[in-house]
């Protein structure tokens, strides 16, 4: 089963912060500078844990990631520019 996952990630080495980010394009949204909303299952998840941890040094870098619920994805607010994220419609091969 398919969940939102909001990822956002402080990683101060330039060539790691690029292949996170790379990565996660595979993913999702780029909705911020270093935010990513992805629609994922557990496996892909779990991916992206694995990845993240392999390019931050976890004394000076950070990633959180959340999971939003179907009923929290819903209530989500934006003031500005962005796009909300409700669903995905793209696979990836």
Known sequence: MNMIALVAYDISDHAARARLHGFLKEFGLNTQKS???CEVD???LT????????EI???TDS???YRICESCSRKVQISG???KV???DFMVM
Do not use: C
Not at 47 to 54: E, H, L, S
């Open 47 to 54: 991916m992206i844990v694995k990845r993240a941890r392999k």
């Open 63 to 65: 990633v959180r990631i």
């Open 35 to 37: 935010v990513f909303e």
């Open 57 to 59: 040094d976890p004394r």
């Open 81 to 83: 520019r962005g796009v």
């Open 42 to 44: 557990e496996e892909a």
């Open 86 to 88: 409700l669903r995905l």
